[in-house]
């Protein structure tokens, strides 16, 4: 069973008696929403790393996009040079989260704003967490609402990703749905790519496979695989692409979380299930 405590920027999901919550979301106002920690199923290991030193701007998972209308939401002004393009996050967590059964649910809504504080866009995460006992199916329908129109440019990576805690002594591997393994996957597209690692505080090796749903624009999407196993499935790596004023563009996704690592089958049998 899972229950789910709030307030105005964070809410956590635990399971009913547990003082730990196995996922969090975090919502502060002015700053970019992000889940961390995501927790091993049946552990107290978080599958998630906040803001790594190789990469500080990265926030477990999360949404980030490097040129919309030439304007950055990735690197949060952290680098002093791209700082002035960069643009803000305004974020609030929509209604109240719930929890039945195995089950929980929740929405942030985020406004993104041109350096000069115009609304550029509406951003809503509406998630759904499924607890299985040996696995999590974490689900999103991320939407992008334009406030005025808008031009997502061609980009190696953007949209949303998960940062793991890689480290080079224990290292990791990638495989996708094609069967590429390791830097055969970047750039390339895939229904699915699935991460496994070693994580601290658990014994063995964990896996996230993230999914791209069939309606998804450039299904199957290209990916973003980067040196420290960070993913994205990314429609910027494909060409530039257009929402007008007024309109909205929509994408699902599912992370399926283990804490040890499944077969190809497993996984390409929770995409079908996932995909109709």
Same mark, same amino acid.
């Given at each position: 069973?899972?229950?789910?405590?709030?307030?105005?920027?964070?809410?956590?999901?635990?399971?009913?008696?547990?003082?730990?919550?196995?996922?969090?979301?975090?919502?502060?106002?002015?700053?970019?929403?992000?889940?961390?920690?995501?927790?091993?199923?049946?552990?107290?290991?978080?599958?998630?790393?906040?803001?790594?030193?190789?990469?500080?701007? %990265?926030?477990?998972?999360?949404?980030?996009?490097?040129?919309?209308? =030439?304007?950055?939401?990735?690197?949060?002004?952290?680098?002093?040079?791209?700082?002035?393009?960069?643009?803000?996050?305004?974020?609030?967590?929509?209604?109240? !989260?719930?929890?039945?059964?195995?089950?929980?649910?929740?929405?942030?809504?985020?406004?993104?704003?041109?350096?000069?504080?115009?609304?550029?866009?509406?951003?809503? %995460?509406?998630?759904?967490?499924?607890?299985?006992?040996?696995?999590?199916?974490?689900?999103?329908?991320?939407?992008?609402?334009?406030?005025?129109?808008?031009?997502?440019?061609?980009?190696?990576?953007?949209?949303?990703?998960?940062?793991?805690?890689?480290?080079?002594?224990?290292?990791?591997?990638?495989?996708?749905?094609?069967?590429?393994?390791?830097?055969?996957?970047? %750039? %390339?597209?895939?229904?699915?790519?699935?991460?496994?690692?070693?994580?601290?505080?658990?014994?063995?090796?964990?896996?996230?496979?993230?999914?791209?749903?069939?309606?998804?624009?450039?299904?199957?999407?290209?990916?973003?695989?980067?040196?420290?196993? =960070?993913?994205? !499935?990314?429609?910027?790596?494909?060409?530039?692409?257009?929402?007008?004023? =007024?309109?909205?563009?929509?994408?699902?996704?599912?992370?399926?979380?283990?804490?040890?690592?499944?077969?190809?089958?497993?996984?390409?049998?929770?995409?079908?299930?996932?995909?109709?």
């Amino acid at each position: 069973m899972l229950e789910v405590t709030s307030d105005a920027g964070w809410a956590g999901i635990f399971h009913t008696g547990s003082p730990t919550p196995i996922v969090v979301q975090n919502a502060s106002p002015d700053t970019r929403p992000y889940i961390h920690p995501i927790v091993v199923p049946g552990g107290t290991a978080a599958i998630t790393e906040d803001a790594p030193g190789h990469h500080p701007w %990265q926030h477990g998972l999360y949404v980030g996009l490097n040129d919309v209308n =030439g304007i950055g939401f990735w690197l949060e002004g952290l680098r002093p040079a791209a700082a002035p393009t960069d643009g803000t996050f305004h974020p609030r967590l929509r209604d109240t !989260p719930k929890a039945e059964g195995n089950r929980a649910w929740w929405s942030v809504a985020t406004e993104y704003r041109h350096p000069d504080g115009s609304p550029m866009m509406r951003e809503t %995460q509406d998630w759904l967490l499924t607890d299985h006992g040996d696995r999590y199916d974490l689900d999103v329908v991320l939407t992008f609402h334009a406030e005025v129109a808008l031009t997502f440019g061609e980009y190696p990576y953007g949209g949303l990703f998960l940062r793991m805690p890689y480290r080079k002594e224990t290292g990791g591997h990638v495989v996708n749905s094609e069967g590429l393994e390791g830097p055969e996957t970047e %750039q %390339q597209r895939a229904r699915w790519v699935a991460v496994r690692m070693e994580v601290p505080g658990h014994t063995g090796e964990t896996q996230v496979a993230m999914m791209d749903h069939p309606g998804n624009l450039e299904h199957p999407v290209p990916w973003r695989v980067d040196n420290e196993l =960070g993913v994205a !499935p990314s429609a910027c790596v494909a060409g530039a692409w257009s929402v007008e004023a =007024g309109s909205s563009r929509a994408f699902r996704h599912r992370l399926a979380v283990f804490a040890a690592p499944v077969d190809t089958t497993t996984i390409d049998e929770i995409w079908t299930a996932f995909a109709r």
